[in-house]
């Protein structure tokens, strides 16, 4: 905010890391401040060059890595097993199956839900924001809940939410057993 300057709740919105949540609880505060200060100082707004404007580059195939931790999740192997064997932390465990599954990669449900080691009642209320909220960002979803699940949880909870619209289109399935 400090380099952008932003005047407008559409230009606030445009910041990375500013999700619906900042918008909706610092967006009027914030606004009011920086608007105040760029008149007394004659600031203009600065073309937005967030990353949200920036064009990604995706890989449309899995790396040998990737392969071989999704061998190991598909065989059983806990969480924490899979990061020691491959030197990693479980946070870069479960990127490379959040990035597995984006690609349209399926992972068994159930091991998904034992690496969260959530009661039925959390994970329920987890999908159910992930719902509102969407996923695409976690932060919003760390926000809801106060920080009551770890960022790890959410994540592994975010892979399941996908596993679940690409095998049967909805994150319903789990709430149905």
């Keep these: 905010m400090a380099y952008y300057f932003p005047k407008s709740s559409e230009a606030f919105a445009r910041i990375n890391g500013v999700g619906n ?26 073309p937005d ?4 404007n920036r064009r990604r580059k995706y890989r ?12 190991a999740v598909n065989s059983g192997d806990p969480l924490q097993k899979i990061a020691n064997d491959f030197a990693i932390k479980k946070r870069t465990v479960i990127n ?21 080691e959530l009661s039925e009642d959390d994970c329920q209320k987890i999908l159910r924001a992930m719902r509102e909220l969407g996923v695409e960002r976690l932060r919003p979803i760390y926000d809801y809940f106060e920080g009551s699940f770890n960022f790890d949880t959410l994540s592994i909870m975010r892979v399941y939410y996908l596993t679940s619209v690409i095998t049967r289109g909805n994150v319903y399935a789990h709430e149905n057993r």
């Design 21 to 46: 949540f900042k918008l909706e609880k610092y967006a009027h505060d914030f606004l009011e401040v920086i608007r105040a200060f760029c008149e007394d100082h004659d600031i203009p707004e600065r």
């Design 49 to 52: 060059l967030t990353r949200k």
């Design 96 to 116: 490379h199956l959040w990035k597995f599954v984006q690609r349209g990669g399926r992972l068994d449900q159930s091991r998904l839900l034992a690496f969260s």
């Design 60 to 71: 449309t195939t899995i790396s040998p890595r990737t392969s071989a931790i999704i061998v």
